[in-house]
């Protein structure tokens, strides 16, 4: 595998050159740029390298070392894309296959059904087999020109039956084409609630799957990729709406996933004691994180941090009494009510003892397509708000592709549904996990916070040396080889003087600064684990907001409202739209 990356250049960097540079760094992917003309300086070392740069000058490239030294390895690969002109691009593809009937020409109008390959699982990774519709970019360009040529050359991507993406040999060395000339910013702010693979599919997934590949010996990884269904809302009995908690339980053994369930605070006294045993007899599989607080419009969309403050002190205060209660531990995990909250809100949690929030939605409420970019929803959590982990998680409709994106990516696997996800025996949740457990990659099923605990970059810096990169408040590492491993972990955090300590296994270990980040040593024995904990100054006391009778009253009658249409009108079909109309109401009422 590679070590560097290479950046061919023909003069000036081009806007492709600098975001494919941006990008490689956010993998962890050491690179330098190269003139074209001087690529044979680096020929002794060129066999640990992996070539980038337009199509046209990866041509211009393979005809310089084909003229050199045939005594020195090539390169391990090259990556070739297409650029802004497409004749240029054309003309060079077909120099280095050596066919002119290859044509790229733009892809046609409409929805295209865009297939990767499963013949090269090591390069596609969880995407491979994978089959979505889409629009393609006006960028985007399909081969065409190659029926008869299919032998020499795998098509690893394709839209409409024609290919975007392939790997063909020049004499000894493996190349791969991308036909798209869009190179994703991913500096850019997320457009919408949420990042869709689909609208970037042609030039991104080919992207992410080589460099993956080419650098898995020095780029970022995960230790482990975690998945949980989350399960929003309900009450901890048997039964919630359409949910059997019973048949759930019953199909996490069956089909080896795990569930967790975002309760709202104001529940804690509401747990029966059948209800109890219940949960608390099956916490193997069924985990219990922190759904808001009252689970009231917005509340966590406050830019106060008094409000934010008070509301974050009650939910912990009602889950502890909760627990005390029922013997049900829970995971101090953030669910957002509705998905929303504040850019003030990720540093008030994180002082307030949260080990992460998961949230469907990317954008503060504050700060709508500002603060948000591609490379935070890229990362295993983002980090952009107060240094705490926001985990994002993805409904059964955001597709498949965008799982197992995600997965490539190194993320962990969080599905949110709600009761209704459940009915009909629910068929919607086993073809979901079907088609999870079917993708080309191994998931760790997990509780919550477990899952969190668990995910986090590492890579290799020297002989039994990882750097670590930590997200959540706790963190957890395995040691699977038989020598001592030597662990560096950063962390990142915006105001480093709010940490107080940092403990190893229950220990104080020694930690300092480096560039907002709080960083540690510790060494992992063969085989075995460490558990690390970093612990915040605690928000000042603040004002105790008053909680009048009629705020109270409007709480009690709104939960009591959601659980009967829940309950009742959710099962009716006759009565379906009445529960829409009903939440709708609800919503505005908040």
């Not at 280095?96 to 009937?101: M, Q």
């Not at 230790?223 to 359409?242: S, T």
Request: proline share 4%; aromatic share 10%.
């Amino acid at each position: 595998m590679a070590k560097q990356a290479i950046l061919l250049s023909e003069g000036k960097p081009t806007t492709q050159h600098l975001r494919l540079a941006g990008i490689l760094d956010f993998f962890g992917v050491p690179w330098e740029t190269v003139e074209v003309s001087k690529l044979s300086d680096l020929e002794r070392r060129a066999q640990n390298c992996v070539v980038f740069g337009l199509v046209q000058t990866v041509a211009v490239a393979l005809k310089q070392i084909q003229g050199t030294n045939h005594s020195v390895p090539p390169p391990t690969a090259f990556y070739a894309y297409a650029g802004d002109d497409r004749n240029a691009s054309e003309q060079g593809f077909q120099s280095l296959f050596e066919n002119a009937d290859l044509l790229l020409r733009p892809a046609p109008a409409g929805g295209h059904l865009l297939h990767v390959s499963r013949a090269l699982p090591d390069l596609t990774g969880p995407m491979a087999g994978l089959e979505t519709s889409s629009q393609l970019r006006k960028e985007d360009a399909v081969l065409v020109g190659a029926a008869g040529q299919e032998s020499k050359f795998a098509t690893v991507v394709s839209a409409g039956g024609s290919p975007v993406f392939v790997k063909f040999q020049h004499s000894d060395t493996p190349v791969f084409f991308c036909t798209s000339s869009h190179m994703i910013d991913i500096d850019e702010a997320v457009e919408g609630a949420f990042y869709d693979v689909k609208e970037d599919f042609c030039s991104v997934v080919p992207l992410v799957m080589f460099v993956k590949l080419m650098f898995r010996d020095v780029a970022w990884r995960s230790q482990e990729l975690g998945a949980c269904l989350i399960v929003d809302d309900p009450l901890l009995r048997q039964q919630y709406g359409a949910c059997d908690f019973g048949m759930v339980r019953n199909l996490m053994r069956r089909y080896g996933f795990k569930t967790n369930i975002a309760f709202i605070p104001w529940n804690w006294r509401r747990t029966s004691t059948s209800g109890a045993k219940f949960f608390r007899d099956e916490l193997g599989d069924f985990s219990v994180s922190i759904h808001g607080c009252d689970h009231i419009a917005a509340e966590f969309g406050d830019t106060s941090p008094n409000v934010l403050n008070n509301r974050a002190r009650l939910a912990q205060s009602r889950m502890r009494n909760h627990e005390a209660r029922t013997g049900i531990h829970h995971d101090s995990v953030m669910i957002f009510p509705q998905g929303v909250f504040s850019s003030m809100c990720p540093e008030v949690l994180k002082r307030n003892g949260f080990l992460a929030a998961a949230n469907t939605e990317t954008v503060p409420a504050d700060s709508v397509n500002v603060g948000t970019r591609i490379r935070d929803v890229w990362d295993v959590a983002i980090m952009a708000y107060g240094s705490f982990p926001i985990f994002t998680r993805r409904y059964a409709s955001h597709g498949l592709e965008n799982f197992a994106f995600d997965l490539l990516l190194g993320k962990p696997c969080l599905i949110v549904c709600h009761h209704e996800f459940f009915k009909d025996d629910c068929a919607e949740l086993i073809e979901l996990i079907e088609k999870l457990q079917s993708l080309n990659c191994d998931l760790h099923w997990r509780p919550l916070g477990e899952v969190i605990r668990r995910a986090f970059r590492r890579r290799v810096k020297g002989v039994d040396l990882e750097e670590v990169e930590m997200y959540g408040n706790e963190l957890r590492i395995t040691n699977p080889s038989d020598h001592v491993l030597n662990v560096h972990v950063r962390k990142r955090e915006n105001k480093v003087d709010l940490v107080t300590e940092v403990r190893c296994d229950q220990k104080p270990v020694r930690w300092t600064t480096e560039a907002d980040h709080l960083v540690f040593d510790e060494a992992i024995c063969p085989h075995g684990e460490r558990h690390f904990q970093v612990f915040y100054r605690e928000q000042e006391d603040t004002e105790k907001l008053g909680r009048s009778l009629h705020f109270e009253l409007s709480v009690a009658i709104r939960r009591i409202l959601c659980e009967f249409r829940d309950d009742h009108l959710s099962k009716s079909r006759f009565l379906s739209s009445t529960a829409a109309s009903l939440n709708n109401a609800l919503r505005k009422a908040s």
